[in-house]
C-alpha cells in the first residue's frame, strides 16, 4: 500500500495539531499566579460595633384625661354653648320626635291631609308613613316644620357653623310622586 504524497501532508497536519491541541496552552501559568494570589492575600474580617443599648420608653399619659372621652367632650360642648352669642339655639331639653332620628335626605314627602284649619304632611322613613304638622321637629339638624303646602314642607335647621356658633338654615321636603 502506497500513500501518496498529498495524503502524507495531509496526515503529517492533522498529526500536529492533534499534538497541539495536548498541551497545556498557558493555564499552568494562571494556575500558579492564582496559588500566589491565595497566599498573599489576607482574610479581613470587620470587627462588629458594640449594640446599642436599649432604653425603655415610659408612657406617662396613661394617668392622664382621656381626649375622647364622652364626659369630656359634652362638658367642651356645654361650655361652647354657654359662652355662644349667637340668638340661635336647640332647646335640647324637649323630648324628641320620632321622625329627628332620621336624616333629612332619607324622608319623603308622600302626601297631605286636610283637616278645618290645619294641614298635614304624609312623610315615610323606612316603609313607615308619619303624620305631621307646622312645629313638629324632623331629622337630625333640629329641623323643625315651619309651613306645609300641597306640594311642599319648609322647615329651618338650626346647626352649628365652623366657629361652633348656631346658625338658622331653611330646607325643604317635595312631593314624590310616583311615575308609572
Same mark, same amino acid.
Not at 53 to 80: E, H, R, S, W
Not at 91 to 101: F, G, I, K, V, Y
Not at 140 to 164: H, P, W, Y
Given at each position: ?6 495524503? @502524507? ?6 498529526? &500536529?495539531?492533534? #499534538?497541539?491541541?495536548? $498541551? ?5 501559568? !494562571? ?64 323630648? @324628641? ?6 336624616? &333629612?335626605?332619607? #324622608?319623603?314627602?308622600? $302626601? ?5 284649619? !290645619? ?62
Amino acid at each position: 500500500m502506497m500513500i501518496s504524497r498529498n495524503e @502524507r501532508i495531509v496526515m503529517t497536519i492533522a498529526l &500536529l495539531s492533534g #499534538l497541539a491541541g495536548c $498541551g497545556d496552552g498557558g493555564i499552568q501559568e !494562571l494556575r500558579q499566579w492564582m496559588d500566589e494570589t491565595k497566599r498573599q492575600t489576607k482574610v479581613a474580617i470587620p470587627k462588629l460595633s458594640e449594640p446599642k443599648k436599649f432604653i425603655p420608653f415610659i408612657y406617662d399619659g396613661k394617668n392622664a384625661v382621656d381626649p375622647y372621652n364622652p364626659g369630656k367632650l359634652a362638658v367642651a360642648f356645654a361650655k361652647l354653648q354657654s359662652s355662644s352669642s349667637s340668638a340661635f339655639k336647640p332647646d335640647l331639653d324637649r323630648r @324628641r320626635e320620632p321622625l329627628e332620628s332620621y336624616p &333629612l335626605d332619607t #324622608l319623603k314627602m308622600v $302626601g297631605t291631609l286636610e283637616k278645618p284649619g !290645619l294641614s298635614y304632611a304624609l312623610l315615610q322613613a323606612d316603609k313607615t308613613v308619619y303624620q305631621v304638622k307646622a312645629g313638629n321637629y324632623i331629622g337630625q339638624n333640629f329641623g323643625m316644620i315651619t309651613k306645609v303646602t300641597d306640594t311642599e314642607v319648609e322647615l329651618k335647621e338650626i346647626v352649628q357653623d365652623a366657629s361652633g356658633d348656631w346658625v338658622e338654615r331653611k330646607a325643604k321636603l317635595e312631593l314624590q310622586e310616583n311615575k308609572k
